[in-house]
C-alpha cells in the first residue's frame, strides 16, 4: 500500500497540482495634493499620497475605507467599492487647507 501512495503522490507532484488559488486583487491609484500626505486604507497607512499615485495599492475586493491626511489640511475620507474583475480604482484627493 505504501508503494501506490508513493506512486499517487509522485504523480500529483509531477502533473503540477493546482495550489493555493492566487488572491484577486484591485489596483488602488490616486492623484492628488499634498504629495507628502499620508494615506490608510481600512486604518492601515499603506504610504504617501505621491507613493500610492506612482506605486499603486492592491486591494482585495470588496467596501473599503479610504482616508488622506496632512498637517494644515481637512481630512479627505471616502469609502470605495473593488469589485472582483476590476482592474484599477482611481481616486483623486486634492485635500483642503485649514483657514487661519
Known sequence: MTGH????LALVCACG????????TVSLRMTGAPPEARVTVDDQIVGSLDMV???????????????VEAPGYFPFDVLVE??????????EA???PIPD
Open 5 to 8: 501512495l508513493c506512486a499517487a
Open 17 to 24: 497540482a493546482p495550489g493555493p488559488s492566487a488572491a484577486k
Open 53 to 67: 499615485e506612482a506605486r499603486g495599492v492592491a486591494m482585495p475586493p470588496g467596501t473599503h475605507r479610504v482616508s
Open 82 to 91: 473593488a469589485k472582483e474583475g476590476e482592474k484599477l480604482v482611481h481616486i
Open 94 to 96: 486634492k485635500l483642503v
